[in-house]
């Protein structure tokens, strides 16, 4: 039994590459015979996305959603607990969404081609400049109707817990002066923990919120938007069974995914 359990989970590991592998090349199919960008990100939610959890027994369950206009653009807030989160993501919201994502995904073959086919907006982090104009491309993508997801922590938890918010994606949203959605997951950290490659099997729940006008908000109201759409996260997560945040909500610069550093006298 030792040894087919990690048999078992590298047949389940290379079927998703050639599962991803296999929608990727239809999906590049589909667009240049429909010529419609939205093809894809369709294709994803109702046929990619579901098998991650399916191939290993886990279930995804998602809350009521609220009573929205989906065919409107939004900004989608969610925490970040596992590379699973993207298919759920996809599978759980009812509308094609972008992703906000690291530059460096950009040269994974299959999949970095797919992200830049269907508009996804990449961000170098090392460098401030970029990630401004990659930032300023996001808000041009809400602004012409494009409803755009991002993990504000900037990076996966490794324990489960909420961690500070960046500021960036909140910039995003009061330049294009659209509502913000908070999303909480839990349970993807379970099912596929940071740093490893098994897959486990384990429930995976998922809430989304009301939304959180931006509309007639400027900078000076960035700080408490962060901290209003952070609590709201962790009172999501809470319900759903998740642990909640730590006490810091607002990242600094260069500590993504972490809490400040304690002050020293």
Same mark, same amino acid.
């Given at each position: 039994?030792?040894?087919?359990?990690?048999?078992? !989970?590298? @047949? %389940?590991?290379?079927?998703?590459?050639? *599962? &991803?592998?296999? *929608?990727?090349?239809?999906?590049?199919? $589909?667009?240049l015979v429909t010529l419609n960008g939205s093809v894809p990100l369709m294709m994803a939610r109702r046929f990619w996305a579901p098998m991650h959890w399916r191939i290993n &027994?886990?279930? $995804?369950?998602? #809350?009521? @959603?609220? /009573? @929205? /206009? *989906?065919?409107?653009?939004? +900004?989608?807030?969610? !925490?970040? %607990?596992?590379?699973? /989160?993207?298919?759920?993501?996809?599978?759980?919201?009812?509308? !094609? +969404?972008?992703?906000?994502?690291?530059?460096?995904?950009?040269?994974?073959p299959f999949l970095g081609w797919y992200m830049a086919m269907t508009g996804m907006i990449f961000v170098n982090r090392s460098n401030h400049r970029e990630a401004l104009q990659s930032l300023k491309r996001a808000g041009e993508h809400i602004r012409s109707g494009k409803s755009v997801l991002a993990f504000p922590e900037g990076t996966r938890s490794r324990d489960g817990l909420i961690h500070p918010f960046k500021k960036g994606t909140f910039m995003i949203a009061i330049e294009a002066q659209v509502p913000i959605i908070?999303?909480?997951? #839990? &349970?993807?950290?379970?099912? @596929?923990?940071?740093? &490893?490659? *098994?897959?486990?099997?384990? /429930?995976?729940?998922?809430?989304v919120g009301q939304p959180i006008e931006t509309k007639g908000l400027t900078n000076e109201d960035r700080d408490a938007l962060i901290r209003r759409v952070r609590d709201t996260v962790i009172q999501l997560h809470q319900e759903i069974g998740g642990q909640g945040g730590v006490p810091e909500s607002i990242a600094e610069r260069g500590r993504e995914g972490r809490s400040p550093s304690p002050s020293v006298d």
């Open positions: 039994m030792k040894i087919l359990y990690p048999l078992l !989970n590298v @047949l %389940q590991l290379l079927f998703l590459a050639a *599962w &991803g592998a296999f *929608w990727i090349t239809l999906a590049g199919v $589909m667009m &027994g886990s279930r $995804m369950f998602v #809350e009521p @959603l609220p /009573d @929205l /206009d *989906w065919s409107k653009p939004y +900004i989608f807030l969610m !925490n970040h %607990q596992s590379a699973m /989160d993207i298919p759920c993501a996809f599978a759980a919201l009812p509308v !094609n +969404i972008r992703f906000i994502a690291k530059h460096v995904l950009k040269h994974v908070p999303v909480a997951i #839990e &349970g993807s950290l379970q099912t @596929l923990p940071q740093g &490893g490659i *098994w897959l486990r099997r384990h /429930d995976i729940r998922v809430k």
